[in-house]
């Protein structure tokens, strides 16, 4: 069981800045020296699509990262987001990180730990949860393979908004993310087996006990923050990666 759980989400691949890029692929160097397993909790790319025959280019870097990772010893989470929920058998055998499915129970750092994006879950969401569902389902996956990848992934890109979120800065207030930490205190008033929720998609870091020794975790983005957590028996920190050329 992991002592030490790195977890990281939202970091947008294929549309962050590429400073920022540079400085997660340098933040992965060195992941198995902050903790013994890493947990992406979704968007780590900005979208990913599983074609049977093609990988997206421009994301061999970060793959082949995490796959010396995994060789390394140090197993790799992967939760599905709002933008990569469509990873599953090249992720799981040819990278060879852990996919998960939302939500997720397992042990972290000895803590039990309920896992999710966090996508979907406010009550004017019924819509999106509707064409998600859809999305993800085998029937929707198959259309979206007849789509040459040449024309679909750019329309995917161009569609996220993910660049022009990032070009407005960080908002002093975020109705996502208040909706975000309010459903993880109904989640730890509702199930007694759960004393950590962990959610990303707010892109705001944040840690919060919300009862004694229960705690909302949110490990921010990439895109504003390059912020991370580590999990560990005796405490939950959040941190910040520096950039490149800031020591």
Do not use: C, K
Not at 39 to 49: E, V
Not at 83 to 89: C, I, L, N, V, Y
Not at 199 to 217: D, I
């Amino acid at each position: 069981m992991s002592e030490r759980t790195v977890v990281v989400s939202d970091i947008h691949l294929g549309a962050v800045a590429e400073q920022n890029a540079r400085a997660f692929l340098a933040f992965l160097e060195e992941a198995d020296r902050r903790g013994d397993e890493l947990l992406i909790n979704g968007d780590l790319f900005d979208f990913w699509f599983e074609y049977r025959q093609v990988i997206p280019r421009g994301q061999l870097d970060v793959l082949s990262r995490l796959r010396r990772l995994v060789e390394g010893g140090m197993p790799v989470l992967f939760m599905g987001g709002n933008h990569d929920a469509w990873g599953g058998s090249f992720l799981r055998d040819e990278v060879g990180v852990e996919v998960l499915e939302e939500p997720a129970l397992r042990r972290i750092a000895g803590r039990r730990a309920y896992i999710a994006h966090g996508d979907g879950l406010g009550p004017a969401d019924r819509g999106y949860r509707f064409l998600r569902r859809a999305a993800r389902s085998p029937v929707g996956r198959g259309l979206f393979r007849w789509v040459h990848p040449d024309l679909g992934l750019p329309l995917a890109r161009l569609a996220s908004g993910t660049r022009r979120a990032q070009e407005g800065g960080v908002r002093s207030e975020s109705p996502r993310a208040s909706l975000l930490a309010r459903h993880a205190a109904e989640v730890l008033a509702d199930r007694e087996d759960v004393d950590l929720v962990v959610f990303g998609h707010s892109h705001r870091p944040e840690v919060t006990e919300l009862a004694p020794g229960r705690f909302y975790l949110n490990s921010g983005d990439w895109l504003h923050h390059n912020s991370f957590a580590v999990v560990t028996p005796e405490e939950i920190r959040l941190e910040s990666y520096p950039g490149p050329g800031e020591g």
